[in-house]
């Protein structure tokens, strides 16, 4: 098992310019969810899937889209990146059943944009 | 919706000394309550959760964290600190009827181990 990738480690980008965040999980977990890490805010969520075909939003979901086509994967959409959007982001994956119910991460892409 | 805190941005320990890293909850119910650590450059990885029952739980490196519900408080505590514990350490509630069980994540405490 792989667990949870995350596709590049590290981007720049320069402001105005899109790119799509890559994450796959080989566990056939259900939920799947994208957060942010900033110094001093922690973990911040900005969307997560519950299955295939079915997004929400979380705290910060402006300026990020998200699709759930498949069980596997989970992308990140950022449209017109902007200097804010600086940040580590990572995608984390769960069952969702009770007995489990941990959150697996992937390692994180430190993003920059310039 | 369900907030978590943790009013300790730092701590400083001495290495072979005892550790307690403090989590509060808002929440209207008895959550699910967890606490995950970050490695320097790395993702976080789950080390304990409580979802009911027994209120002191264990966990893995040697944790234990302690659910007291009359004071909202999810506390993490170690009888004595490694080098190596050296971390982010985040505590995290999801609901635990209804929502969406995805977990939402205090700020962090940064602990520091000194020699």
């Known amino acids: 098992n792989a667990g949870v990738t995350q596709t590049p480690k590290f981007q720049v980008l320069k402001t105005g310019q899109s790119m799509t965040l890559q994450c796959a999980q080989d566990?056939?977990?259900?939920?799947m969810s994208w957060y942010r890490q900033d110094p001093g805010m922690g973990l911040r969520l900005i969307h997560y899937?519950?299955?295939?075909?079915?997004?929400d939003q979380g705290e910060v979901p402006n300026g990020y889209n998200v699709s759930r086509s498949t069980t596997e994967d989970f992308p990140l959409r950022l449209l017109s990146a902007a200097p804010s959007q600086t940040s580590v982001y990572f995608c984390a994956s769960s069952s969702g059943a009770l007995s489990s119910y941990e959150q697996y991460f992937g390692p994180g892409t430190r993003l920059t944009v310039t | 919706a369900q907030s978590v805190t943790q009013p300790d941005i730092h701590i400083t320990v001495s290495e072979g000394a005892s550790l307690e890293l403090r989590c509060n909850y808002s929440y209207g119910a008895t959550p699910y309550l967890f606490w995950y650590v970050q490695s320097p450059g790395q993702g976080l990885q789950l080390l304990l959760k409580?979802?009911?029952?027994?209120?002191l739980v264990q966990g893995i490196k040697g944790f234990e964290a302690e659910f007291k519900r009359s004071q909202s408080s999810f506390n993490l505590r170690k009888p004595s600190v490694h080098w190596s514990d050296a971390a982010e350490y985040f505590c995290a509630v999801a609901p635990s009827s209804g929502g969406s069980y995805i977990p939402t994540f205090g700020r962090g405490t940064s602990l520091i181990v000194h020699p």
């Open positions: 566990m056939n977990h259900e939920y």
């Open positions: 899937s519950v299955g295939a075909g079915i997004t």
């Open positions: 409580y979802f009911s029952g027994d209120t």
